[in-house]
């Protein structure tokens, strides 16, 4: 019998009796009401005394977790009470912005440790917080529930990062420009390898192409690499994450559940779009540690942000790219054109953007016309003539659905 049932019958016992002992005066009658409103204060005073005696703990899954996965966290819920209750209702804050909260039931024993588990996805990266938002208390009888806020527990919170996922890339992307032959690209391949300038232990992110075998047998630990810095400091992935003329949806004037809901799809739109911006750029970054160059990620959103991967290899790319934050309204031409100022135009650079205007697709053409290696993945619809103007100064453009679509089919799909 549900809660409400279960009041709703207590409800019409205590006024069934009341009119009784009104029309006959037994004192029975008065017994019973003297009954129920013990029961309910008992059942008041349990629920009240189980929400400040009960622990709980949260263990959160270890290792990177990927846009798109499901991640379980376990709970150890102790609650130190000489009666048990019906049950405790645990609502969670998850890292699913399609979900207002995930809820998990759990009937725990007196004074031991009682496990349960929460599943949830996390459909875009970023970085969120993991934890109680309220916890609900139930009385051994069923019949009075109480509320805690989530925000009066202390311990029962996280933050986890979601990291993009990234997909299959033609290396020779990174080697050619626009029309230049394959003798570029090799002559590139043949610097860097010629440039190794020292050795280090292998850190997570690292290619297996760049580990020295040999030494690494004779150390018993692998040794990977280091090319030296003349050649590849100035690979550049500049990811446009500004927001100076974002388009927006005509939201709904009306009030309720249809603007809620409209509001929503249109930053759930919003998310998928920066999902693909930031899959594509780790893809990038992701090839670059993978054939041994030293690269430099800048994002250029609510703040600038750098990361180095000399200064921990991939993984330092791929978590700047997990707590990037999209807004701002600097114009991403004027942001490339500061860059370039500030540390030097790039020799190589990719340039993620969902808003290829006529001023940037100008400033990367500049680039080009200087002899950079200028690729440019763009999300969205494509503008009329862009394409062609930037192929007349060397510099290629790729669509999004290209980039990860053709690389889909050609690797059978394969996402990492």
């Not at 810095?229 to 974002?246: E, H, I, R, W």
């Not at 970054?285 to 609510?302: H, K």
């Not at 999209?326 to 031409?333: H, M, W």
């Not at 494509?382 to 394409?387: H, L, T, Y």
Request: aromatic share 6%.
């Amino acid at each position: 019998m549900s809660l409400r049932k279960r009041r709703v019958t207590v409800g019409v016992l205590a006024a069934a009796d009341l009119v009784a002992l009104l029309y006959s005066g037994d004192a029975v009658f008065l017994w019973v009401l003297f009954f129920i409103g013990i029961l309910l204060l008992a059942g008041l005073a349990q629920a009240a005394y189980t929400l400040r005696a009960f622990t709980l703990k949260l263990e959160l899954p270890e290792g990177r977790v990927l846009s798109g996965d499901s991640v379980s966290i376990a709970l150890n819920i102790k609650v130190d009470t000489i009666f048990p209750p019906a049950h405790l209702a645990v609502a969670f804050e998850t890292a699913d912005p399609r979900v207002d909260a995930t809820a998990v039931y759990v009937s725990p024993i007196p004074a031991k440790n009682t496990s349960a588990e929460v599943r949830f996805d996390c459909p875009f990266r970023g970085e969120y917080e993991i934890g109680v938002k309220a916890v609900e208390a139930t009385d051994l009888f069923g019949l009075v529930r109480l509320r805690r806020s989530g925000d009066k527990l202390s311990g029962t919170s996280s933050r986890i990062a979601v990291y993009p996922r990234t997909y299959p890339l033609h290396g020779r992307m990174l080697d050619l420009r626009m029309n230049e032959g394959a003798e570029d690209g090799a002559r590139a391949d043949a610097e860097e390898i010629s440039s190794i300038a020292d050795l280090r232990s292998w850190r997570e992110g690292d290619s297996l192409k760049r580990v020295h075998w040999k030494l690494s047998a004779r150390l018993g630990e692998l040794i990977v690499k280091e090319f030296d810095g003349s050649f590849d400091a100035k690979n550049m992935v500049f990811v446009d994450a500004t927001l100076p003329d974002a388009p927006t949806q005509e939201i709904s004037t009306k009030k309720g559940k249809r603007r809620a809901e409209e509001e929503s799809a249109q930053h759930i739109a919003e998310l998928e779009g920066e999902e693909r911006m930031t899959s594509l750029a780790a893809s990038f970054c992701e090839l670059f540690c993978a054939r041994g160059r030293r690269v430099r990620l800048v994002g250029y959103g609510e703040t600038r942000t750098e990361a180095d991967s000399a200064d921990g290899g991939f993984s330092a790319l791929h978590l700047l790219l997990a707590r990037l934050k999209f807004g701002g309204d600097l114009d991403a031409s004027k942001a490339l054109e500061l860059e370039c100022a500030t540390h030097g135009a790039p020799d190589s650079l990719v340039f993620v953007t969902s808003n290829l205007s006529g001023s940037l697709v100008r400033a990367l053409s500049a680039l080009g016309t200087r002899g950079a290696r200028v690729t440019v993945a763009a999300c969205g619809d494509e503008p009329v003539g862009a394409r062609d103007e930037l192929t007349r100064h060397g510099v290629r453009l790729s669509m999004c659905d290209e980039l990860i679509g053709a690389d889909e089919q050609s690797e059978g799909g394969d996402e990492r």
